[in-house]
T-cell receptor, first 118, second 113 residues
Framework: GAVVSQHPSWVICKSGTSVKIECRSLDFQATTMFWYRQFPKQSLMLMATSNEGSKATYEQGVEKDKFLINHASLTLSTLTVTSAHPEDSSFYIC??????????????FGAGTRLSVL | QQQVKQSPQSLIVQKGGIPIINCAYENTAFDYFPWYQQFPGKGPALLIAIRPDVSEKKEGRFTISFNKSAKQFSLHIMDSQPGDSATYFCAAILSGGYNKLIFGAGTRLAVHP
C-alpha cells in the first residue's frame, strides 16, 4: 500500500522560531502534495497545494510568507512555519496524491505533526 | 457550491449496531467520493470510495450508498465494533487540475461494548 511519512510527529518550539515539517511518499511518486491544518474536533482545512518544481498554490487567507512550502523532489515536500507564534499551534497534516494511473484521485495522508508554540 | 454537508456531528451505537453517516453535495461536477477514518492524533486513512456512476459499493463491513439524483451519499458500518470508534469524514473531489479534496465536517462515532 501507499505510505506517506511525516516528520516530526510532535514539536515544541519557542515563539519566534521557525519549524520545518517533512512529508515523504515512501513507495510512490507524488507530483502533487497537500498541506492541511486541523483544529481540535474540526475538519481538515486545506492550506496549500504543493507541486514538484513549481510554486505552491495557497488557499485564500493562508499567509504565504508564514507557511513556506518547498516541493523539491517527487517524494518530498516540506512546510516551514516561520516566526511561529502560539496561534500557529495546531495539528498539521500532509497528503500525497499518487501519480499512478487509476489511483490519481487518491490522497494518502501522513500521520500528522502536532505543533506547540510556547 | 463547493461544500459537502455531513451529518450527524456525533453518533453513539452499541456493538453490533449499524451506524449510518450521511453526506450531501451541490456541485454535480464532483466525480469521486472517498470516506476517511481518523483516530485521535493520527492522519486520516482512506476507507472506501465511490464514483457517481455506481449506486453502492461494499468493502468488508463498510458500504457506501450513492444517490446521484438526490446528490447524497452515505456510509454504513455493519456489525460495528468498539475499534470502529473514530471520526469519519466524507469528501468529494473534482477531477482535473489538482484534485483538491472537499471534506465534510466529520462525524465522531462511539461504539459501546
Amino acid at each position: 500500500g501507499a505510505v506517506v511519512s511525516q516528520h516530526p510527529s510532535w514539536v515544541i518550539c519557542k515563539s519566534g522560531t521557525s519549524v520545518k515539517i517533512e512529508c515523504r511518499s515512501l513507495d510512490f511518486q507524488a507530483t502533487t502534495m497537500f498541506w492541511y491544518r486541523q483544529f481540535p474536533k474540526q475538519s481538515l482545512m486545506l492550506m496549500a497545494t504543493s507541486n514538484e518544481g513549481s510554486k505552491a498554490t495557497y488557499e485564500q487567507g493562508v499567509e504565504k510568507d508564514k507557511f513556506l512550502i518547498n516541493h523539491a523532489s517527487l517524494t518530498l515536500s516540506t512546510l516551514t512555519v516561520t516566526s511561529a507564534h502560539p496561534e500557529d499551534s495546531s495539528f498539521y497534516i500532509c497528503s500525497a496524491r499518487d501519480d499512478r494511473g487509476l489511483a490519481k484521485n487518491i490522497q494518502y495522508f501522513g500521520a500528522g505533526t502536532r505543533l506547540s508554540v510556547l | 457550491q463547493q461544500q459537502v454537508k455531513q451529518s450527524p456531528q456525533s453518533l453513539i451505537v452499541q456493538k453490533g449496531g449499524i451506524p449510518i453517516i450521511n453526506c450531501a453535495y451541490e456541485n454535480t461536477a464532483f466525480d469521486y467520493f472517498p470516506w476517511y477514518q481518523q483516530f485521535p492524533g493520527k492522519g486520516p486513512a482512506l476507507l472506501i470510495a465511490i464514483r457517481p456512476d455506481v449506486s453502492e459499493k461494499k468493502e468488508g463491513r463498510f458500504t457506501i450508498s450513492f444517490n446521484k439524483s438526490a446528490k447524497q451519499f452515505s456510509l454504513h458500518i455493519m456489525d460495528s465494533q468498539p475499534g470502529d470508534s473514530a471520526t469519519y469524514f466524507c469528501a468529494a473531489i473534482l477531477s482535473g487540475g489538482y484534485n483538491k479534496l472537499i471534506f465534510g465536517a466529520g462525524t465522531r462515532l462511539a461504539v459501546h461494548p
